[in-house]
């Protein structure tokens, strides 16, 4: 059985390829929330959080 995803204005993909859309594009957007930041680590690979407050490590 093949079922259709419908959009409005009349666009339609299988089923299967509108979930593996969608999981990519949820990747793309968890990525989008990890970012670099500059700022120098002591030798345990830490540093201030200066802005935020704290100490972390990565």
Not at 1 to 23: I, N, P, Q, R
Not at 25 to 51: I, L, P
Request: proline letters at 0%.
């Amino acid at each position: 059985m093949k079922v259709m995803v419908v959009f409005e204005g009349g666009a339609y993909m299988h089923s299967k390829t509108f979930v593996l859309v969608a999981l990519v594009a949820s990747m793309f957007m968890g990525v989008a929330q990890a970012y670099a930041h500059s700022g120098g680590t002591d030798e345990n690979g830490c540093h201030h959080d200066r802005k935020r407050g704290g100490y972390h490590c990565h």
